[in-house]
């Protein structure tokens, strides 16, 4: 069963069985790549299998109901031999040409075997400066502009506690509008639909109910325990534990919030842990709601497809942990054939 692990298909065992040809519904519909279907004959058809057990798998379909192969006309046989040799082509070359893309990357010359220029992947540098370029952009985001600001009104707030309050609330206001901005981009509106399924997910896991798109749905997108939610108590946290630093220089004021990070983030995690254990306690309900309120913001109802994948993700840890040996491809691929089926 190690060969062939594959959680995706269960979707398609434990869903309802419609009646009707489901060939025939993916004929009638009018978009065929949301259909998977790859070419159309002139007695059959080319479709891929949207649950399969191994990548890649295609179907060569005669538009005709029969039952077996001996009741094919010569005809439909040589069509649908030609659609085979068709799509064993077909494979062959996205094969070749993703083997020459992945050899092309290793040496580094961005190149594929024809000479045609491809761009690599990011090596290690380009990595670094991405990473700097963005602590930076946090840094001065989140820390340096709203010290500065508060700085520069020194004199109004007197008081260390009101100085860093003021503080503290510029960078939520800055954090609260950044999330709403960002939520406008539609690139990001999948990943927050991915977003609302995996909370889902694991509302359903422990909540004790079947992991299964039905079972799934119910819940909400909105969990106590989201890494959105920490961010905004890091953020309240980080009030109370840097109004013991007082208001020294700007300098000193942004190395201290740099260093008490780990201390800061190390609080506001036993918040949320403490918030998702009593969720139905007062202080729970308090400390959850501001959180809950923002994934207004960062998550969507997704469709039945992402649920399917945040499942298959969930049973894929799950059984990793249980001590079976990762199967990364099983997942991934699966969820490109989700993808390209839109």
Same mark, same amino acid.
């Given at each position: 069963?190690?060969?062939?692990? =594959?959680?995706? @298909?269960?979707?398609?065992?434990? @869903?309802?069985? @419609?009646?009707?040809?489901?060939?025939?519904?993916?004929?009638?519909?009018?978009?065929?790549?949301?259909?998977?279907?790859?070419?159309?004959?002139?007695?059959? +058809?080319?479709?891929?299998?949207?649950?399969?057990?191994?990548?890649?798998?295609?179907?060569?379909?005669?538009?005709?109901?029969? &039952?077996?192969?001996?009741?094919?006309?010569?005809?439909?046989?040589?069509?649908?031999?030609?659609?085979?040799?068709?799509?064993?082509?077909?494979?062959?070359?996205?094969?070749?040409?993703?083997?020459?893309?992945?050899?092309?990357?290793?040496?580094?010359?961005?190149?594929?075997?024809?000479?045609?220029?491809?761009?690599?992947?990011?090596?290690?540098?380009?990595?670094?400066?991405?990473?700097?370029?963005?602590?930076?952009?946090?840094?001065?985001? +989140?820390?340096?502009?709203?010290?500065?600001? /508060?700085?520069?009104?020194?004199?109004?707030?007197?008081?260390?506690?009101?100085?860093?309050?003021?503080?503290?609330?510029?960078?939520?206001?800055?954090?609260?509008?950044?999330?709403?901005?960002?939520?406008?981009?539609? &690139?990001?509106?999948?990943?927050?639909?991915?977003?609302?399924?995996?909370?889902?997910?694991?509302?359903?896991?422990?909540?004790?109910?079947?992991?299964?798109?039905?079972?799934?749905?119910?819940? =909400?997108?909105?969990?106590?325990?989201?890494?959105?939610?920490?961010?905004? /108590?890091?953020?309240?946290?980080?009030?109370?534990?840097?109004?013991?630093?007082?208001?020294?220089?700007?300098?000193?004021?942004?190395?201290?919030?740099?260093?008490?990070?780990?201390?800061?983030?190390?609080?506001?995690?036993?918040?949320?842990?403490?918030?998702?254990?009593?969720?139905?306690?007062?202080?729970?309900?308090?400390?959850?709601?501001?959180?809950?309120?923002?994934?207004?913001?960062?998550?969507?109802?997704? &469709?039945?497809?992402?649920?399917?994948?945040?499942?298959?993700?969930?049973?894929?840890?799950?059984?990793?942990?249980?001590?079976?040996?990762?199967?990364?491809?099983?997942?991934?691929?699966? @969820?490109?054939?989700?993808?390209?089926?839109?």
């Amino acid at each position: 069963m190690r060969q062939i692990w =594959t959680p995706w @298909r269960m979707a398609y065992i434990r @869903r309802d069985k @419609r009646p009707g040809c489901i060939f025939c519904e993916m004929l009638e519909a009018a978009d065929d790549a949301a259909q998977l279907i790859l070419h159309r004959g002139d007695l059959a +058809f080319l479709v891929l299998n949207k649950y399969p057990y191994n990548n890649g798998h295609l179907m060569a379909v005669p538009y005709r109901h029969v &039952d077996t192969l001996e009741a094919l006309t010569a005809e439909e046989a040589a069509d649908m031999m030609a659609l085979v040799t068709l799509g064993i082509r077909a494979l062959r070359l996205s094969a070749d040409y993703g083997l020459e893309r992945q050899t092309s990357s290793d040496s580094g010359t961005g190149e594929s075997a024809e000479g045609v220029e491809e761009p690599s992947s990011l090596g290690w540098k380009e990595l670094a400066i991405t990473f700097s370029v963005a602590i930076v952009f946090a840094v001065g985001l +989140f820390i340096v502009i709203p010290l500065a600001v /508060v700085k520069y009104f020194e004199d109004t707030f007197s008081n260390p506690f009101v100085f860093n309050l003021v503080e503290g609330l510029i960078r939520i206001a800055i954090f609260l509008a950044y999330v709403g901005l960002i939520s406008f981009l539609p &690139d990001l509106r999948r990943v927050f639909e991915y977003h609302g399924a995996e909370h889902k997910t694991i509302h359903a896991y422990e909540h004790g109910e079947p992991l299964d798109v039905e079972h799934v749905s119910r819940f =909400t997108t909105r969990h106590p325990r989201c890494g959105t939610a920490f961010l905004l /108590v890091v953020m309240v946290v980080a009030i109370l534990v840097f109004s013991v630093v007082g208001k020294p220089s700007l300098l000193w004021l942004v190395v201290s919030r740099l260093v008490g990070i780990p201390l800061v983030a190390g609080l506001a995690y036993e918040v949320i842990r403490y918030a998702g254990r009593h969720q139905k306690g007062t202080f729970a309900r308090i400390v959850s709601w501001p959180g809950l309120a923002l994934q207004r913001l960062t998550t969507r109802e997704p &469709d039945a497809g992402e649920v399917e994948v945040a499942i298959a993700v969930l049973q894929e840890v799950l059984r990793v942990e249980a001590g079976g040996e990762p199967v990364p491809q099983g997942v991934a691929s699966w @969820r490109l054939a989700q993808e390209s089926g839109g």
